[in-house]
């Protein structure tokens, strides 16, 4: 072990040899006097191999320097899109998170701005966990906000606070708590785009008062200025009572000798930074010192001395026992009352202090605070390096370095033109053109490393040239060489190297680790599912995670927003809980929006034969509900004609997108006669691209089947067979369309996460719910408490013990757990074919408890069938999505007539979920091990 204590990796492992010529010249020699050492010993300058190898090192000093430019001028591009801002991840970006202690709520809260009257309505505030008991019947775990009975036992809700809130001095009454542009409801629409999973806001109070009176005589410096000194007086006092929280700009909070990590740890703010320190020590005061009082006073400039002072209580109930110490009540601020007086003296002459003056003087410094709070919202950025723009990849050829004597630059052959030394010429300009181009790689390489590398790059391809230029007779030395196009040019020379899907996918894991994540389990485990393909699918899977980075790192303990309310909100949306998004791009789910997974884009077709039996058979449509892909004969029982949809779509998505547009140049639209002809014949092999079969009708229109890998290649789907293509052109089109879409596209995956907090009866009569005061979003969001005045009754209102979650498993007496708090139930589809396999669904699995917060515990339920055409009766998984649909939006628009009955259906549906299995073989543990049983299932051994 002591061995390897200080093995490290070195950070700085460049030598800077590239730029060294006679470094490259000598080593060059070296290496050349060992390979033919015996039969080369001049190795002087006037030696052309020697020449050769100098003008090589030359172009590799001129490549090394580049390569030492500044990384900002390396990444700098005159296109704005590829340009250094775009490659990054800004850290206003990527460090900032969502509020997750009580500290970032309320910096989320004290940074909100008021459009009309005072810019910033909230001084301070405090979030207090709420205490709220629910009682158990131990006989059958019912609960109830009442003991109820005969054994009853009872638990603390967790994760519901009320928060304090001390507003502004100057702030109206009527701003607090009435409007859509309320305080309150700022608050609110803060809170909850932000809130945390398995957390909940139940009220917001305004902090109560307790009245504290300072007296004192104060002795001025002669120079001093009495109503400013006054002022700062007042306000020095009153900032103690109830520490204020300040806003500071970038600069400020490093000159604090703050990191940028903590500077922007917790929720980016609109108004600037607040320190995080300074937040914690304004909490609400429990006592006030008059030595503290003393202290703040005296750090006053002006203030020569402090002849009398005393503090005392406002309210004559409150009882002082201590003249230097003021007890103040939970949950009171302390505040200066009417009695407090100041009077101030210069010597032995009292002083008559201008009250006019001091308002001004209190307005001037508050205007003050304002610009150094502007300057805190404006200057919150950690500027990108703005570097220069050069043309890296300018490439130089070679050969017009050489001398004139050698006949290969633009002067040519000087002097004695003749067959020999031509054709001379010509020799060494053909073998020096390999290692020019080569170079002129390398150059392009350099150019290209910020759009191989950037977070947002869209190459694709990783292999990159450029044509070689200024070579006098270059026609005479190459043949079919593109000199116009790049792209086609690199394809045609690196086409065969470039296996840019497994390169992709390298750089991306690069990147991708670059933020402690990983790839690596999830990418074995789709190659034992997808096979060839899974690269390609990995590799999008990839790119999407590292788009969407900046919302699945910061939004991933996140709750759903249920005050959303308009349709687009509650379903077919992306208003889900951010820890949802993260799982879904970490299991690779192609579309994670809350929809009906039930209605699948594929349908299992039941048929009633003559004989009484019922047959099975598949399609799949596609967004525009045309049937992209169908079964080809009947199936006996629903299995077999699930598995032969899933063998079909594998056998589709194995071909190789780069190898099937080759295949598909074969089809010649020009000669289509021939074309046909061929298929038909099945020539050349062409009617099969990869496991895609071509088919050609009587009247010469073209069909497809997918057939299997067999010897037999048995037909085991059918594409459009009843709606055949009509030309060529539409073929080609036809199959690159179905092989991206199910690629790409297919989906029946899905996520459901019900957080279980937000399923408790809020009240305890539904018809008695209303609002705090005048609170409300819309008049669709209200925070519930029991009216005095009871609203009409509904019909047939629910009864608050049927709207509750069971609180026992098996032993009520015993095991009485509590079903609310930090609980989830995460939902998903169990017929999708990745759904259906137990190591995926292992892995799923880990991936969830993985990515939830510690503190919450989820129930993982995998159910549900798909809805064939002729269904009617409601399945798990259907009847869950109706039921959380409606609690959806019946929460969301404060339905409360039928929230009670929603709540209800939902923890129904939710109750009778049942994980669903793909059937299997169940085998003796004696059995012989056989590799091709699908599905066994051995006894002892086999986890279900």
Same mark, same amino acid.
């Given at each position: ?54 003008? $090589? #090192? ?18 700098? #591009? ?86 304090? *809130? ?114 914690? +020590? ?5 006592? *006030? ?6 202290? /703040? ?27 230097? %110490? ?34 001004? @003087? ?8 304002? *610009? ?8 919150? /950025? ?35 033109? +003749? ?43 990783? &292999? ?29 020379? !690196? ?39 899974? =690269? ?32 687009? =909100? ?6 889900? #809980? ?7 791009? $970490?299991?690779?789910?192609?579309? !994670? ?20 039996? &019922? ?23 629903? &299995?077999?004609?699930?598995? +032969? ?42 009617? %099969? ?35 055949? @293509?009509?030309?060529? /052109? ?10 991206? &879409? ?84 995460? *939902? ?102 056989? /590799?091709?049983? =699908? ?10």
């Amino acid at each position: 072990m002591s061995e390897n204590k200080h093995i490290s990796i070195p950070k700085n492992i460049e030598t800077e040899d590239q730029n060294d010529f006679h470094f490259l010249r000598k080593t060059g020699i070296e290496y050349i006097e060992k390979l033919g050492g015996k039969l080369w010993t001049d190795y002087n300058s006037h030696d052309p191999g020697i020449t050769t190898l100098e003008v $090589l #090192s030359y172009a590799i000093t001129d490549l090394g320097m580049r390569m030492n430019l500044n990384m900002e001028d390396i990444l700098a #591009s005159e296109d704005e899109e590829k340009n250094i801002h775009s490659q990054f991840l800004k850290a206003t970006e990527i460090l900032p998170s969502r509020p997750l202690t009580e500290l970032d709520y309320r910096k989320l809260f004290i940074d909100i701005n008021m459009i009309s009257g005072p810019k910033r309505p909230i001084r301070n505030c405090w979030l207090v966990p709420k205490t709220e008991k629910l009682y158990v019947d131990c006989e059958n775990g019912n609960l109830d906000f009442v003991p109820i009975g005969e054994k009853t036992k009872d638990f603390n809700v967790k994760g519901l606070y009320d928060l304090y *809130v001390d507003y502004a001095e100057d702030i109206d009454t009527s701003d607090i708590g009435c409007g859509d542009s309320s305080v309150k409801a700022m608050i609110l629409e803060r809170y909850h785009a932000n809130r945390s999973l398995c957390e909940d806001l139940a009220e917001i109070k305004q902090v109560e008062t307790q009245k504290v009176a300072v007296c004192a005589r104060i002795g001025l410096a002669n120079k001093a200025d009495e109503e400013l000194v006054h002022a700062k007086v007042t306000r020095a006092i009153n900032n103690y009572l109830s520490p204020e929280v300040h806003f500071y700009s970038l600069q400020q909070m490093l000159d604090k000798g703050l990191s940028t990590d903590q500077i922007f740890e917790g929720p980016l703010l609109d108004n600037g930074f607040i320190d995080t320190e300074e937040l914690k +020590n304004s909490q609400l005061r429990k006592e *006030v010192r008059l030595s503290d009082i003393i202290s /703040e006073i005296m750090k006053i400039d002006g203030i020569k001395e402090i002849h009398e002072i005393s503090i005392a209580g406002c309210d004559s109930v409150v009882k002082q026992n201590n003249d230097w %110490l003021i007890c103040i009540e939970k949950g009171r601020k302390p505040e200066l009352c009417e009695l407090s007086s100041f009077s101030y003296s210069k010597g032995a002459l009292p002083l008559n202090i201008n009250e006019q003056k001091v308002q001004d @003087y209190l307005e001037t410094l508050k205007r003050e605070e304002e *610009v150094l709070r502007d300057d805190a919202r404006q200057n919150k /950025e950690l500027p990108v390096p703005q570097g220069t723009s050069y043309d890296i990849a300018n490439y130089a050829t070679i050969l017009n370095e050489f001398p004139d004597t050698y006949g290969v630059g633009m002067s040519g052959i000087i002097g004695n033109h +003749n067959p020999e030394r031509e054709a001379l010429a010509k020799q060494l300009k053909g073998y020096l053109l390999f290692f020019d181009q080569i170079l002129a790689s390398y150059f392009k390489h350099l150019e290209k490393v910020k759009e191989v590398l950037s977070v947002n790059g869209g190459v694709t391809r990783t &292999y990159f040239t450029q044509a070689l230029k200024n070579i006098k007779g270059f026609d005479e030395l190459v043949s079919d060489y593109d000199i116009e196009n790049d792209d086609q040019l690199t394809d045609s020379l !690196y086409e065969e190297l470039d296996n840019s899907v497994e390169r992709r996918n390298e750089v991306l894991d690069h990147l991708i680790s670059r933020f402690a994540e990983t790839f690596s389990d999830y990418t074995f485990l789709m190659k034992s599912l997808y096979g060839n393909s899974a =690269d390609e699918i990995v590799l999008s899977n990839k790119e999407n995670f590292l788009k969407e980075y900046t919302s699945l790192s910061k939004d991933r303990g996140t709750g759903y927003n249920y005050t959303l309310f308009s349709d687009s =909100d509650i379903w077919n949306t992306n208003n889900i #809980s951010g820890v949802q998004k993260r799982i879904a791009r $970490l299991l690779g789910l192609k579309d !994670y929006t809350q929809r009906s997974l039930s209605q699948s884009p594929v349908t299992i077709i039941k048929t009633k034969n003559d004989d009484g039996k &019922y047959t099975y058979t598949w399609k799949i449509k596609d967004a525009e509900n045309n049937i992209v892909l169908s079964s080809v004969k009947p199936y006996k029982i629903e &299995y077999a004609a699930t598995k +032969n949809l899933n063998e079909a779509i594998y056998q589709t998505i194995q071909i190789d997108l780069e190898d099937l547009n080759n295949a598909l140049e074969k089809l010649d639209e020009k000669n289509p006669e021939k074309t046909i002809d061929e298929l038909k014949k099945c020539e050349k092999n062409f009617c %099969l691209i990869g496991n895609i079969k071509i088919r050609v009708s009587l009247n010469d229109n073209f069909y497809l089947e997918i057939v299997d890998d067999s010897v037999e290649q048995n037909v085991i789907a059918a594409h459009k067979k009843t709606n055949p @293509y009509s030309t060529l /052109e539409e073929l080609k089109k036809g199959i690159v369309r179905l092989v991206k &879409y199910l690629k790409y596209e297919f989906t029946e995956e899905g996520i459901f996460l019900v957080e279980h907090l937000l399923l408790k009866p809020t009240t305890k009569d539904y018809k008695l719910m209303g609002g705090i005061g005048c609170m409300s979003i819309g008049e669709t969001f209200r925070i519930a408490y029991d009216l005095e005045e009871e609203p009409p009754i509904q019909k047939d209102p629910v009864k608050v013990s049927e709207t509750f979650m069971t609180s026992c498993e098996d032993d009520c007496e015993i095991d009485v757990y509590d079903p609310y708090s930090y609980r989830i139930s995460v *939902v998903l589809p169990g017929f999708a074919y990745r759904f259906q396999d137990p190591d995926f669904r292992r892995y799923a699995e880990t991936v969830i408890r993985q990515e939830i917060p510690a503190h919450v515990l989820a129930k993982i339920c995998w159910v549900g069938d798909r809805m064939s055409e002729t269904e009617t009766a409601q399945e798990d998984l259907e009847r869950f999505e109706v039921a959380l649909k409606k609690y959806l939006s019946d929460k969301a628009k404060n339905n409360t007539a039928s929230l009670g009955n929603s709540i209800r259906d939902l923890v129904d549906a939710l109750t009778f979920l049942n994980n669903i299995y793909r059937p299997g073989k169940l085998l003796d543990c004696a059995a012989e091990d056989d /590799e091709n049983s =699908d599905g066994k299932i051995i006894l002892g051994q086999s986890n279900i």
